[in-house]
């Protein structure tokens, strides 16, 4: 399955196990993991006004305007590193978005994590993040060796400013008003992969490398 290119989308709501899955399945494919979240976070670091701007939005758990985070893609997509596929992680997550990707030369599949709110909102209350290079955790599902320290590089763990309670409902709103109508966009197109995203994460990556086989080989 790895000598043909992954042109892939991963959908889901917040806590869907994108990132985690991502990780897993870039490794594996060869292909990079391109997470629009970490990009937008490393730009709130910079402290420029244009990342002072991102981070009240992400603080308030909405979404970057579309034509910045088009731009932000479409740069990326351009690198060499691209040319056998790569797992677009979290974009395009509007209408305006899938429409601008589809003109950026298109995708592979769109895969769709699915999990309830309920068990997003136990997912990111509990997620952590190493600081330094970004390995993701969970106090209960995936717990480091040794409390807040990530067992890859040492790095302190932290708990993400948009994971708090108040936080996680808003980014589900948005998730529901603006990125949900993409399955429907995507099914409509024949690009849509459903995966059951509430199994532990070696079921999910699992059932995410035979689905995509068989769904690419039936294209
Ligand atoms: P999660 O993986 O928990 O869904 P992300 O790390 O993907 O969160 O995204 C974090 C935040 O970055 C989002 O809540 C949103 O504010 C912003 N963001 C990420 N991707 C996009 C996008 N494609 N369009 C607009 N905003 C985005
Ligand atoms: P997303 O990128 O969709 O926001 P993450 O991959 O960051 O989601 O996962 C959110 C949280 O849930 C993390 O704490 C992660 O360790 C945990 N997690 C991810 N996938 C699973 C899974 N299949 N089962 C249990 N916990 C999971
Ligand atoms: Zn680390």
């Known amino acids: 399955m790895v000598d043909r290119s992954f042109r892939l989308i991963f959908l889901g709501p917040p806590g869907a196990g994108k990132g985690t899955i991502s990780a897993m399945a870039a490794e594996r494919l060869g292909i990079p993991h391109i997470s629009t979240g970490d990009m937008f976070r490393a730009a709130v ?15 308030r758990g909405g979404l970057v305007p ?7 893609v479409k740069e990326r997509l351009a690198q060499p590193d691209t040319v056998r596929g790569f797992i677009l992680d979290g974009f395009p997550r509007t209408v305006p978005q899938a429409e601008a990707l589809e ?4 995708i592979d599949a769109a895969v769709d994590f699915e999990v309830s709110d309920e068990l997003v909102v136990f997912r990111l209350t509990g997620r952590r993040i190493c600081g330094s290079c970004g390995a993701i955790y969970h106090v209960a599902n995936k717990p480091p060796q040794q409390e807040d320290i990530c067992d890859r590089c040492g790095g302190r763990l932290t708990i993400r400013n948009d ?10 709103a948005a998730y529901h008003a603006e990125t949900e109508p993409l399955k429907s966009w995507y099914g409509a197109r024949g690009l849509l992969l459903t995966i059951d995203g509430a199994p532990d994460a070696e079921t999910v990556y699992r059932s995410f ?4 086989e068989h769904f690419l080989a039936e294209r």
């Open 45 to 59: 670091k910079s402290s420029t006004p244009l990342g002072l701007e991102i981070k009240e939005i992400l603080a």
């Open 66 to 72: 579309d034509a910045l985070t088009i731009a932000l």
């Open 103 to 106: 003109e950026l030369g298109g």
């Open 163 to 172: 994971d708090r309670p108040e936080t996680v409902h808003a980014r589900l």
């Open 209 to 212: 490398t035979v689905r995509l």
